[in-house]
Nanobody, 124 residues
Framework: QVRLVESGGGLVQPGGSLRLSCAFS????????MGWFRQAAGEEREFVAA???????GYAGSVEGRFTISRDNAKNTVSLQMNSLKPEDSALYYC??????????????????WGQGTRVTVSS
């Protein structure tokens, strides 16, 4: 059973930065693509970013150029560096794992394991 534990959320002013981290345990990290998703109040969960084991990455258009996903395969962690944050980035952010040996997915339905979520609030 995979366990995912997120950390790093909080309150930040518009234009500021936050770094989210997710610790993976329970299975072999290299067998999983890792993704970040977010869900704002009253909205559906949406794709933010994902990374395959070998390092291919994808981003939602709304965060391209502002957010960076990175994974440390030695430490079994994945991070999301968020810069130039906007109020519309406010949401509950989830780390997720999909058993994909190659590539990644933007479809939340493809991810078998989810963290508990960490809240990001962008407000002045």
């Amino acid at each position: 059973q995979v366990r995912l534990v997120e950390s790093g959320g909080g309150l930040v002013q518009p234009g500021g930065s936050l770094r989210l981290s997710c610790a993976f345990s329970g299975r072999t990290f290299r067998d999983y693509a890792m993704g970040w998703f977010r869900q704002a109040a009253g909205e559906e969960r949406e794709f933010v970013a994902a990374s395959s084991w070998i390092g291919s990455k994808g981003y939602a258009g709304s965060v391209e150029g502002r957010f960076t996903i990175s994974r440390d395969n030695a430490k079994n962690t994945v991070s999301l560096q968020m810069n130039s944050l906007k109020p519309e980035d406010s949401a509950l952010y989830y780390c997720a794992a999909a058993q994909l040996h190659y590539g990644y997915s933007r479809d939340p339905g493809r991810y078998e394991y989810w963290g508990q979520g960490t809240r990001v609030t962008v407000s002045s």
